[in-house]
T-cell receptor, first 112, second 115 residues
Framework: GDSVTQMEGPVTLSEEAFLTINCTYT??????LFWYVQYPGEGLQLLLK?????DKGSNKGFEATYRKETTSFHLEKGSVQVSDSAVYFC???????????FGQGTTLQVKP | GAGVSQTPSNKVTEKGKYVELRCDPI?????LYWYRQSLGQGPEFLIY????????DSGLPNDRFFAVRPEGSVSTLKIQRTERGDSAVYLC?????????????FGPGTRLTVL
């Protein structure tokens, strides 16, 4: 079945460092891909998405490119801030199933 | 406007008891989803409704779990004969529709602890 695999955390960075969180997927057909973020004490929020190959999703300085050839959707940010500390989830939405399938989440901690 | 709300925010129960978890979706959202998030894991799909009917209940782990949405708005997730393994955060999400163009908005979750 469809699945999503994320790099294990926690990831600890200093402020202004470059961030990459790896995400790969397995799916039949052509899923849409998402990154969700869960800040401490808050609910899941959509961060960005891409609906077809080579699309780039971006929001709040974060970017991810839908790479069909490598079945990947890695999250990047050029300069992280303390306020980016959160748990990040990669997810896919398959039109065949009508539901989101999530990775296990990656905790990011940014230190001043 | 108001987001997705879930009640209670926390529920502690004893093994073998029955529990109900409630979800109030965003007004006008026809699709409603239930997910379960165990500690250190991502949310796992349980069931989704399009209107009043369950369009896909393939994620319900067994027949102790049941969900309803009788008027196409509020939904209740019901768990019979709870087990310690049912302890998790239960998330509800709603969207304008059930295809990829409609963002799913998540509630804050209900943390269920089965002693």
């Amino acid at each position: 079945g469809d699945s999503v695999t994320q790099m294990e955390g926690p990831v600890t960075l200093s402020e202004e460092a470059f961030l990459t969180i790896n995400c790969t997927y397995t799916a039949t057909g052509y899923p849409s891909l998402f990154w969700y973020v869960q800040y401490p004490g808050e609910g899941l929020q959509l961060l960005l998405k891409a609906t077809k190959a080579d699309d780039k999703g971006s929001n709040k300085g974060f970017e991810a490119t839908y790479r069909k050839e490598t079945t990947s959707f890695h999250l990047e940010k050029g300069s992280v801030q303390v306020s980016d500390s959160a748990v990040y989830f990669c997810a896919l939405f398959s039109g065949n199933t009508g539901k989101l399938i999530f990775g296990q989440g990656t905790t990011l901690q940014v230190k001043p | 406007g108001a987001g997705v709300s879930q009640t209670p925010s926390n529920k502690v129960t004893e093994k073998g008891k029955y529990v109900e978890l409630r979800c109030d979706p965003i007004s006008g959202h026809t699709a409603l989803y239930w997910y379960r998030q165990s500690l250190g894991q991502g949310p796992e799909f349980l069931i989704y409704f399009q209107g009043t009917g369950a369009a896909d209940d393939s994620g319900l782990p067994n027949d102790r779990f049941f969900a309803v949405r009788p008027e196409g708005s509020v939904s209740t997730l019901k768990i019979q004969r709870t087990e310690r393994g049912d302890s998790a955060v239960y998330l509800c999400a709603s969207s304008l529709g059930s295809n990829l163009f409609y963002e799913q908005f998540f509630g804050p979750g209900t943390r269920l602890t089965v002693l």
